[in-house]
């Protein structure tokens, strides 16, 4: 099966993984440096959004915003750990035997994170919310929507688990009558 690894499909979605696994991790560098400093530089953020808006009794939810940070930097952990897995798959695919009992359990773990980003965005979209209210009257605008895709996405990766260490188990059958 060496005819995979020229496979520009394949190659497509290991680059975009890749990226997808770094650009995850650029990001979640750049929340943790944001976060203390929002906590920190929250009072003369308040005070120069009061100067530029005009409103002398606005005050920016600073503490609300470090807590939708501190959401949004575990959301981009568990991307990373989901395209990590994701490149692992894809490589075993190049290397011509993905049904293996890794990849299998790599697919259950992939259909967990994505789990845990969809459950955190409830909490992330209500602090969300919370502070585009603060700008409401300036013109922002907050709304929480829930993604079916993503529900479909975990309930996808978990039957592809299944057929993955179902695809296991019959080559190892097969492998033990030869």
Same mark, same amino acid.
């Given at each position: 099966m060496q005819g995979t690894l020229n496979d520009p499909l394949l190659l497509a979605g290991k680059v975009l993984a890749q990226i997808g696994k770094w650009l995850a991790a650029i990001a979640a560098a750049g %929340?943790?440096?944001?976060? &203390? /400093?929002?906590?920190v530089k929250g009072d003369d953020i308040d005070a120069k959004l009061r100067t530029e808006m005009g409103d002398a009794t606005m005050l920016f939810p600073a503490w609300e915003a470090a807590g939708a940070l501190a959401l949004v930097l575990v959301i981009l952990v568990l991307m990373f750990f989901f395209f $990590?897995?994701? %490149?692992? /798959?894809?490589?075993? %695919? @190049?290397? @011509? $035997? &993905?049904?293996?009992p890794a990849n299998a359990q790599r697919l259950s773990q992939m259909g967990w994170l994505m789990l845990g980003v969809q459950v955190l965005t409830v909490p992330l979209g209500a602090l969300g919310m919370f502070v585009a209210r603060t700008f409401e009257e300036q @013109?922002?605008?907050g709304d929480m929507v829930i993604d079916p895709s993503g529900i479909i996405m975990i309930v996808v990766l978990f039957i592809l688990a299944r057929v993955f260490r179902h695809g296991a188990a019959m080559r190892e059958d097969l492998e033990g009558t030869v």
């Open positions: %929340v943790t440096l944001a976060i &203390p /400093i929002l906590i $990590d897995r994701l %490149v692992r /798959i894809v490589r075993t %695919v @190049g290397e @011509g $035997d &993905p049904f293996q @013109g922002g605008t």
